[in-house]
């Protein structure tokens, strides 16, 4: 009698593992864009700290170190939420800083991946009244 595995026996597992893939590959893809928006969302309201804070000690929301739209140079969160995130065509943030004012406008835009990546970024910044698709105006 030889021992092993019949063809069936084989055939069985190939597809219960091809189940299991099916499954779990989207789960971990969904739940890297989750990651993702997090991230975005957390570095959106970073940066509005920032600015902030920039705009309380100098009365510029650029500090002392200038960077692209009046927005701190040493803040690395705002270089991150103004990022494009992989496979995206835009940003998800437009931020936006007027000194004589002291505003600062945070605008989401949603659909700027194909993953959906930045609509949740920006329900994760809605719900906190951080951003919106007509734009937030933050006061200092």
């Given at each position: 009698?030889?021992?092993?595995?019949?063809m069936i026996e084989?055939?069985?597992?190939?597809?219960?593992?091809?189940?299991?893939?099916?499954?779990?590959?989207?789960?971990?893809?969904?739940?890297?864009n989750d990651a993702?928006?997090?991230?975005?969302a957390t570095s959106?309201?970073?940066?509005?700290?920032?600015?902030?804070?920039?705009?309380?000690?100098?009365?510029?929301?650029?500090?002392?170190?200038?960077?692209?739209?009046?927005?701190?140079?040493?803040?690395?969160?705002?270089?991150?939420?103004?990022?494009?995130?992989?496979?995206?065509?835009?940003?998800?943030?437009?931020?936006?800083?007027?000194?004589?004012?002291?505003?600062?406008?945070?605008?989401?835009?949603?659909?700027?991946?194909?993953?959906?990546?930045?609509?949740?970024?920006?329900?994760?910044?809605?719900?906190?009244?951080?951003?919106?698709?007509?734009?937030?105006?933050?006061?200092?």
């Open positions: 009698m030889k021992k092993g595995f019949t084989l055939i069985f597992v190939i597809v219960i593992l091809g189940i299991l893939a099916a499954v779990a590959i989207p789960r971990l893809a969904a739940t890297r993702t928006a997090s991230t975005l959106a309201a970073t940066c509005v700290n920032d600015a902030g804070g920039a705009y309380m000690m100098d009365g510029l929301f650029a500090g002392t170190g200038g960077a692209p739209n009046g927005l701190p140079a040493a803040s690395a969160a705002c270089a991150d939420a103004l990022a494009i995130p992989t496979g995206g065509a835009a940003a998800c943030y437009t931020i936006t800083a007027n000194d004589t004012a002291g505003t600062l406008t945070v605008t989401d835009v949603p659909g700027a991946t194909a993953q959906d990546v930045c609509t949740l970024a920006g329900l994760l910044t809605r719900q906190n009244g951080l951003s919106s698709a007509a734009g937030v105006i933050h006061q200092f």
